[in-house]
């Protein structure tokens, strides 16, 4: 019988990259937190009907790439293919916009899209994101987007661009695509069978097209269809940005849907290729809440991706790059005195000391091995004469001595050997 191997698509994140992973998470989790993001957590998985609306039929992501299926119930479900929409539900479900505004929320989860696999895209992926929820006003996108840089500059990443756009309100995007109609459809011949359908139903997206054949080059900007308040508005958000945030204006970064408002922007890596080169991304959403169902609130936010970051954090060395090691192994000599075992770990480990039990049947020689090469570098010898008489046998793995301590006095004597180590080191 062949052994079962994880799904296409998805990946294992070992213990030998999972410190720099964890490290990921909670750099982003700590810099939101102290911006004034609080954790929201929502399910996996919700009704279908939310990605459809909120996600938009229009998309890529709902057209091709969800996990849906029926539950028992007969209910339509669907695995998160992100979590905007999950947030702006939960927070407009709570009624917590009327509490404070905006929201401020930070998640970090898997997400689940049906692509192609390949490097850089997964069929299950972690992002970690923040929503700012209630206001309109350009001060909360000048937030996120600097939010996001901050993020990458606190990791130490260098390469990497911000790259911003607006879409104007309803009415620009209107004039937009009227503009855009105009300018494809006398080339509608050279169009791939994608764009022919874009041109109909969603003429911004055909800016995205990934076998462009030149035409995206020549066409028309957003900012010919921009009015003066959208204008005013994209000069604020840049003017907050200024001098802060290294940002590159481009033009040609849309997203499709008429939720959407104002301010994309793009976080891209040098050292990430094609259509996978960008590490996150993110903008403002008015119009998200209405097509939900909820009174209409406005909201901006980003998603990061972690396995790209953690891809660029291990080309460049950045974070924690080794496997847990721990310092102390307590092993235990025999059944009788594991309970005696147990206990020394905990009060080593009460210190903020770093301690693992060893109660494997194998032989003493191959224990003390097993936990050098596990990278401990003292190891605590439980048997019964020791649990008996109060007294601990305390081997240092690297100057290969073995000294006796009374047991009231191990942490000291660990922390001895451990100082003289280093200082030998
Ligand atoms: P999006 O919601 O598509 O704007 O994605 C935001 C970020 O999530 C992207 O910039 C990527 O870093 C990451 N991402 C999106 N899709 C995938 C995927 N299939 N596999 C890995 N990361 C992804």
């Excluded at 999972?18 to 929201?40: M, N, T, V």
């Excluded at 909120?54 to 998309?59: H, P």
Aim: aromatic fraction near 8%; hydrophobic fraction near 35%; glycine fraction near 10%.
């Amino acid at each position: 019988m062949p052994a079962i191997t994880a799904p296409r698509g998805t990946q294992d994140i070992l213990p030998d990259r999972s410190p720099r992973w964890e490290w990921i998470l909670r750099s982003h989790a700590d810099l939101a937190q102290r911006s004034g993001y609080a954790l929201l957590e929502t399910p996996i998985f919700e009704a279908t009907e939310l990605f459809e609306r909120g996600t938009g039929a229009g998309t890529d992501v709902v057209e091709k790439e969800m996990y849906t299926f029926r539950d028992r119930g007969d209910r339509s479900i669907t695995l998160r293919p992100e979590t905007t929409p999950s947030a702006v539900r939960a927070v407009l479900q709570a009624h917590l916009d009327q509490e404070t505004r905006p929201v401020r929320v930070r998640y970090a989860g898997p997400q689940f899209r049906y692509d192609r696999p390949q490097a850089g895209r997964y069929r299950q992926f972690w992002q970690v994101g923040v929503e700012a929820i209630g206001e309109h006003s350009p001060g909360f996108d000048v937030e996120v987007v600097d939010l996001a840089w901050r993020y990458f500059q606190s990791l130490g990443i260098e390469g990497i661009s911000l790259q911003l756009n607006t879409l104007g309100d309803l009415d620009d995007r209107t004039r937009y695509r009227a503009a855009l109609v105009a300018y494809y459809t006398p080339h509608r011949q050279q169009l791939c069978d994608d764009c022919t359908r874009r041109l109909e139903i969603n003429p911004l997206r055909l800016l995205d097209c990934k076998r462009d054949s030149g035409l995206v080059a020549g066409a028309p900007d957003i900012a010919g269809s921009l009015s003066a308040p959208s204008r005013e508005f994209f000069e604020r958000v840049q003017s907050g940005l200024r001098g802060r945030v290294p940002y590159r204006l481009n033009p040609r970064l849309v997203r499709g849907l008429d939720y959407y408002a104002h301010t994309t922007f793009e976080v891209w890596h040098e050292s990430l290729q094609g259509a996978q080169n960008a590490l996150g991304g993110g903008g403002r959403y008015d119009g998200l809440a209405a097509v939900l169902g909820f009174p209409s609130t406005p909201g901006v936010g980003y998603a990061l991706g972690v396995e790209r970051i953690l891809h660029v954090c291990e080309t460049a060395g950045l974070g924690p790059n080794a496997a847990q090691r721990t310092a102390i192994t307590v092993i235990s000599l025999d059944a009788a005195s594991l309970n005696v075992a147990l206990g020394h770990a905990d009060q080593l480990r009460g210190a903020g000391r770093e301690a693992v039990v060893d109660a494997s049947d194998r032989r003493l020689d191959r224990r003390l091995r097993n936990a050098e090469r596990s990278g401990s570098r003292v190891a605590v010898i439980v048997g019964s004469d020791e649990a008996r008489d109060g007294t601990i046998t305390v081997r240092d793995l690297v100057g290969r001595s073995q000294t006796t301590t009374p047991a009231a006095a191990l942490g000291e004597h660990v922390d001895a050997i451990l100082r003289k180590q280093q200082s030998d080191a």
